[in-house]
T-cell receptor, first 111, second 115 residues
Framework: NAGVTQTPKFRVLKTGQSMTLLCAQDMNHEYMYWYRQDPGMGLRLIHY???????AKGEVPDGYNVSRLKKQNFLLGLESAAPSQTSVYFC??????????FGPGTRLTVL | KQEVTQIPAALSVPEGENLVLNCSFT??????LQWFRQDPGKGLTSLLL?????REQTSGRLNASLDKSSGRSTLYIAASQPGDSATYLC??????????????FGTGTQLKVEL
């Protein structure tokens, strides 16, 4: 099992550019999540999904969109990147209310 | 709004020492509390999950306790080793989160175990 994988690992964008972060899990988990981690702020939930075809907003959803077209994949999109979106992004998955399993992260810099 | 605090932010101890990491939360209405470990440049790894009805959980040299009424949890690490050096994060699942298994994280304690 690969667990939770994230693509890409690193990315540098210019302000206004768009990109999509891909998260994949092979554990057949229903729930998936996108977090961002910033120094001194802890992890904050951006969006989450409780099943294929469903998404919901987390604590800091502005500027991001998500899609869950397949159970194993959860995509995070930035339509017009801003320097405030410079962060490390983590994807996670879980079987319901059980332990969340995290991916290795994507380090994004917006210039 | 649930807030999770971890003090101290950083801790350095000599190898072999037993140590305690602290986590406090403002709202005692939680489903569970988890402790995670994060190595530099890596994702989070779950160490222990304590349900709200439990008082403690143990895994190897790790023991986590939960006092829901006082809003506190501790992670006890016995006989610390240099390989224990990492950031330890505490997270709670509040009852009032609606759908989804949403967690509120603390900012972590960065532990360094020195030879």
């Amino acid at each position: 099992n690969a667990g939770v994988t994230q693509t890409p690992k690193f990315r540098v964008l210019k302000t206004g550019q768009s990109m999509t972060l891909l998260c994949a899990q092979d554990m057949n988990h229903e729930y998936m999540y996108w977090y961002r981690q910033d120094p001194g702020m802890g992890l904050r939930l951006i969006h989450y999904s409780v099943g294929e075809g469903t998404t919901a907003k987390g604590e800091v959803p502005d500027g991001y969109n998500v899609s869950r077209l397949k159970k194993q994949n959860f995509l995070l999109g930035l339509e017009s990147a801003a320097p405030s979106q410079t962060s490390v992004y983590f994807c996670a998955s879980s079987r319901g209310a059980d332990t969340q399993y995290f991916g290795p992260g994507t380090r994004l810099t917006v210039l | 709004k649930q807030e999770v605090t971890q003090i101290p932010a950083a801790l350095s101890v000599p190898e072999g020492e037993n140590l305690v990491l602290n986590c406090s939360f403002t709202d005692s209405a939680i489903y569970n509390l988890q402790w995670f470990r994060q190595d530099p440049g890596k994702g989070l790894t779950s160490l222990l999950l304590i349900q709200s009805s439990q008082r403690e959980q143990t895994s190897g040299r790790l023991n986590a306790s939960l006092d829901k009424s006082s809003g506190r949890s501790t992670l006890y690490i016995a006989a610390s080793q240099p390989g224990d050096s990492a950031t330890y994060l505490c997270a709670v699942r509040p009852v009032s989160t609606g759908g989804g298994n949403k967690l509120t994280f603390g900012t972590g304690t960065q532990l360094k175990v020195e030879l």
